[in-house]
């Protein structure tokens, strides 16, 4: 089992910035990726961004530019720093890992852009 709890979110004004963090504990021995998703209400779930734990990052056409994913594989905690934010980036941000075969999800962090 793994268990991510993520922290930072909150609300900003358009323009602004936030610094998510995602921390992993349990089993994580298995972990190699570690990604954001976000889901905006009456939408689906989307990709944000991913890492693996040698460093290679892959980003949603969306965020491309704004957008930075990175680890610090010694404290098992992955963040999202988000810079010019915009409205249509509000939504519920979920941090994810998969490890043997198994997805696992954080419990979500707002993230409110007002315009």
């Known amino acids: 089992q793994v268990q991510l709890v993520e922290s930072g979110g909150g609300l900003v004004q358009a323009g602004g910035s936030l610094r998510l963090s995602c921390q992993a504990s349990?089993?994580?021995?298995?972990?190699?990726?570690m990604g954001w998703y976000r889901q905006a209400p009456g939408d689906q779930r989307e990709l944000v961004a991913t890492?693996?734990?040698?460093?290679?990052?892959n980003y949603a056409d969306s965020v491309q530019g704004r957008v930075t994913i990175s680890r610090d594989n010694a404290k098992n905690t992955a963040y999202l720093q988000m810079n010019s934010l915009k409205p249509e980036d509000t939504a519920i941000y979920y941090c994810w890992t998969t490890a043997v075969g198994r997805n696992y999800w954080g419990q979500g962090t707002q993230v409110t852009v007002s315009s």
């Open positions: 890492i693996t734990r040698a460093g290679t990052t």
């Open positions: 349990g089993s994580i021995f298995g972990i190699n990726i």
